[in-house]
């Protein structure tokens, strides 16, 4: 039996989208051979490739003025890349440090550039993002580093800031499940595992006229021009990642797009943080109501012993992945695109009934 899959990532994929790759994996489409050892110049691979590529930018509403590269490395080798890209001489690289993954972003970024801290809210545990008026940008910054949704503390920018330079974004926990003000972003990064597809791949979003001026002093691998003008083939790409995450995003448009993946998000996190409200204080969330998380909801009950009650529960009620991040503790609910809202009814029919017992 599938088990309701909480995990923070990789996570829940669309089950017709495992059981269509099944069912094509040893033989593709009658290729006499599966997708996984046939060449990558083929023109078999080359179709699946193109449209994942293609429906990459419709799915997500990406304008005509940007490239996508599909790359190997995950949303962490783009922590290097970005500064090594993107900064010339002299200019240097804001970073709002909202969590786990933003200081990530700037302490592996600052081996390749010059970067700063334009607000850091780890000394009040990152409960929230900022206001925009909070950013403090110094002279000669090329870019803001944003981290759309903190998968570890389950803020997220509602709104993100305008501040006068380009956002650069981290979006691997909440990548194409709510619409972005492109005209603020220079480039939108982020690892395919979290809402697209299996781990592997990595989609980035560059703008065109920024592809334009990147640094062209680096290794092959680590140039965003490079990427761009073969197609995301200069070298073998992630062929199986590439394939799965196709599949996810036609599963996406059938339904309903970007608008249903938003609202289904809102409402799956509504119901859990609705179930927190009403607790009493029994579920305790750090967070500030207006960063919450739609994607990661993190909570802690009234004691350890009572978190792993709950957990030990969950796990009967064929439920998993809720146990929170290591650091933080407590309960992680992911409600990633492909978690069905039965999963979330179970989870708050959970925490009701864990409740009137043990409060
Ligand atoms: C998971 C995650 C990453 C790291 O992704 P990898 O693909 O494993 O490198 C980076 N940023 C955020 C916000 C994440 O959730």
Redesign the pocket.
């Known amino acids: 039996m599938r088990k309701f899959n909480f995990s ?2 990789p996570c829940t994929l669309p089950l017709e989208v495992l059981e269509e790759a099944q069912v094509e994996f040893v033989d593709y489409h009658g290729a006499g051979m599966s997708l996984v050892e046939m060449s990558h110049r083929s023109s078999t691979y080359d179709a699946v490739h193109m449209e994942a590529m293609a429906k990459a930018k419709s799915v997500f509403g990406a304008p005509d003025d940007f490239s996508v590269v599909f790359l190997g ?5 783009q922590f290097a890349m970005i500064p090594m890209n993107l900064l010339a001489e002299g200019q240097r690289g804001a970073h709002v440090v909202t969590g786990e ?1 933003a200081s ?2 700037l302490s592996d970024g600052s081996h390749h550039g010059d970067l700063y801290a334009a607000w850091d809210g780890g000394s009040e545990g990152y409960r929230r993002m900022p206001a925009p008026e909070e950013i403090v940008i110094e002279p000669n910054t090329r870019y803001l580093h944003v ?1 759309s ?3 570890i503390g389950g803020i997220r920018f509602n709104e993100f800031p305008d501040v006068g330079v380009p956002l650069v974004g ?4 909440d990548y194409m499940t709510r619409a972005i003000p492109w005209d603020l972003f220079d480039l939108v990064y ?2 395919a ?2 809402n697209l597809g299996p ?1 592997g791949v ?1 989609i980035t979003f560059i703008r065109n006229s920024v592809l334009e001026e990147t640094n062209r002093d680096l290794g092959a691998y680590l140039r965003y021009d490079i990427h761009a003008s073969k197609n995301s083939m200069y070298n073998t790409p992630p062929v199986y990642a590439v394939y799965m995450v196709g599949k996810v995003l036609r599963w996406m448009e059938s339904q309903g797009g970007l608008a249903v993946m938003e609202s289904q998000a809102s409402r799956k996190s509504g119901l859990v943080y609705d179930a927190i409200d009403a607790s009493d204080g029994f579920y305790r969330s750090q967070v500030d109501r207006r960063s919450r998380s739609h994607m990661n909801v993190v909570f802690h009950l009234p004691s350890e012993e009572l978190d792993a009650g709950f957990l030990a529960e969950a796990t009967r009620r064929n439920m998993s992945g809720l146990k929170g991040y290591r650091t933080v503790g407590g309960v992680r609910a992911s409600l990633y695109n492909a978690l069905p809202v039965e999963a979330v009814d179970a989870l708050v029919e959970l925490m009701a009934d864990f409740r009137s017992a043990n409060a």
């Open positions: 923070a990532g490395g995950g949303a962490t080798l993954w990530k972003a981290t949704n903190e998968t981290d979006m691997s926990s982020g690892g595992q979290k781990a990595d």
